[in-house]
């Protein structure tokens, strides 16, 4: 019996290392094994939720998004890619969802209460906002995914849509698979920003892009956060909190190498741009073949859409079955 997977990501810009390490580089091992079938969303109307009113900001980065799947290796013919917007029938079963949880409910969600802290939202929070965690149970119901590659953080998102899945096929019949939590592996967690900062974010601008030239991905290495004391090349440095060698552990092969530069700068000896220039060199040999392919997709932008498009028709089929069993088992499909 074949797993199926439901991820996908926001649309509010462009895809950066950090997506690659946490989720699109295991997407693609995952895709390669045939016992899986992946339904990857371009989650925007979940990006929708807190920039209604920036709506450019969500549509032009649909493309952008589709551009980064197909230069990591997501092969469409493999997987279904496609647009969330373009279901409708996600958005309806997340009507019939929301009457089985409780304001309090979601209230309680620590995912949900800690990013309208961070958005400093406050009683102005919208309510498409407020209540994702259930439209994302929608989105993972529909296609009857039983796995989902969740980071640690998301667990909550991943209890309510369990939650929900218990509460119907309790009161209505099981009709809806409950999933489970694909988590990271140990020491594949987030990967932190070249500022130092615990996240690489969108929004705090402190990424490396799938999508930088050479000359701007060399720019921001060069600009990395490393040992604020290591002042001068003979000054012994720190290696842990340093970026460099951070990203050095996550991209570099050479793990005898990367040892040997860490005994030596902890020494003293090494300077810093040395060691920049190894890992430019280093994340050049994994990105620059994905940049390259990313290119060469965007020159026809026509097919990239007809590709979503065939996706989109595919996982909406699949989401209407769902919803035709859903609605007859609550009595409503009254003319089936």
């Given at each position: ?325 859903v609605k007859q088992a609550m009595g409503i499909n009254y003319f089936n």
């Open positions: 019996m074949k797993n199926i997977i439901l991820t996908g990501d926001r649309p509010t810009g462009q895809l950066h290392l950090g997506h690659y390490v946490g989720s699109l580089k295991n997407r693609v091992k995952m895709q390669a094994d045939l016992e899986n079938e992946l339904f990857i969303m371009i989650a925007d109307m979940q990006a929708l939720t807190d920039n209604a009113k920036n709506p450019e900001k969500v549509s032009s980065n649909v493309l952008q998004v589709a551009l980064d799947y197909l230069a990591v290796g997501l092969d469409p013919k493999r997987s279904t890619l496609f647009i969330q917007s373009q279901i409708p029938e996600l958005a309806e079963l997340t009507m019939y969802y929301l009457n089985l949880v409780s304001v309090g409910r979601v209230r309680r969600n620590p995912t949900v209460k800690s990013e309208i802290e961070q958005k400093k939202f406050g009683e102005s929070v919208p309510t498409g906002f407020f209540i994702y965690p259930v439209s994302q149970a929608a989105d993972i119901t529909a296609f009857k995914a039983n796995l989902v590659p969740v980071g640690e953080d998301q667990k909550p998102m991943l209890e309510q849509t369990q939650e929900i899945v218990q509460s119907f096929n309790h009161t209505y019949g099981d009709v809806l698979v409950e999933p489970k939590g694909v988590f990271p592996e140990k020491g594949q967690g987030r990967l932190p920003g070249i500022d130092g900062n615990g996240k690489m974010s969108k929004s705090l601008g402190n990424g490396i892009y799938l999508a930088d030239s050479a000359d701007v991905l060399a720019k921001k290495v060069m600009s990395m956060y490393t040992d604020p004391n290591h002042i001068h090349v003979e000054d012994p440095g720190q290696v842990e909190g340093n970026m460099v060698f951070t990203y050095l552990d996550v991209f570099g092969t050479d793990k005898e190498k990367i040892a040997e530069l860490k005994e030596h700068y902890r020494r003293g000896g090494l300077g810093d741009v040395k060691i920049k220039r190894y890992l430019i060199d280093v994340l050049e040999a994994e990105f620059g073949p994905i940049r390259a392919r990313r290119e060469e997709y965007a020159k026809d932008p026509e097919a990239i859409m007809e590709m979503l498009k065939g996706g989109s028709e595919k996982a909406q089929a699949v989401a209407a079955k769902t919803l035709s069993e």
